[in-house]
């Protein structure tokens, strides 16, 4: 008997791709403000590109971007990755429906939850903005306990904490390996949220697969 509906956050409750745009606009008045707007949609296009959805180690990002961009007068990468992890919170994109998804299965009786891979202060600050965090019960931030998807010990750790076996826990999430994977070999029921920088990827016949996140209540009772 399913008992509890956790989630991802990025691509899953909230538009990655959406507040990444809204994000480099802030990134690049902060940093670059003279640039003609030419520069800007090729400096921004390259974010787009390298970034990777976000999988990147930033530090290492930004010196490559600094370097491709013969910036050389550029603050160090570290600097320059204390701005997204303290900055990007604020541009947050929270997909329409997931308050309203959120409340209808607290409604329903289930736990609700968000498991989400990043440093501390990144996610923290994400949870904060977003308008989420009231709707949980319970949100573990992989950069709290340095446990960090797919590693099925984090979903494991999770379900624990809130007193469940993971057969418990319904998982849904964008990452084929991260989300879908890490979640399985836990024992948890994944579910694919078919969105962003992963799109179609590695799809599988025996995950069902939403492409709104409304639908999880599809799943549920």
């Known amino acids: ?9 990025d691509e899953t409750l909230q538009d990655r ?3 990444f745009e809204n994000y480099m606009d802030t ?26 959805g976000g999988y990147v180690n930033r530090e290492e990002w930004y010196a490559s971007l600094a370097e491709s961009w013969q910036w050389t007068d550029a603050p160090s990468s570290k600097i320059l990755a204390e701005h997204y992890d303290t900055k990007f919170g604020d541009h947050n994109v929270i997909f329409p429906d997931s308050a309203k998804l959120l409340c209808e299965l607290k409604n329903r009786g289930y736990i609700v939850g968000i498991i989400t891979n990043g440093p501390s202060v990144l996610q923290h600050h994400k949870l904060d903005t977003s308008g989420l965090r009231e709707y949980c019960d319970i949100t573990v931030v992989s950069g709290d306990i340095d446990i960090h998807k797919p590693d099925p010990t984090i979903f494991t750790y999770t379900a624990n904490k809130l007193g469940l076996n993971c057969e418990e ?12 994977q890490g979640s399985l070999a836990a024992g948890m029921k994944p579910i694919r949220m078919n969105y962003g920088w992963f799109k179609d990827q590695d799809l599988r016949d025996d995950v069902a697969t939403i492409e709104s996140i409304i639908d999880v209540l599809k799943f549920v009772d």
């Open 27 to 52: 990134f690049l008045s902060d940093f670059c403000p003279d640039i003609s707007d030419v520069e800007i949609e090729k400096r921004k296009e390259e974010m787009r590109v390298t970034g990777n």
């Open 17 to 19: 791709t959406a507040a």
């Open 1 to 9: 008997m399913i008992k509890a509906v956790l989630f991802d956050f």
């Open 169 to 180: 826990c319904i998982y849904v999430g964008d990452h084929p390996i991260n989300d879908i």
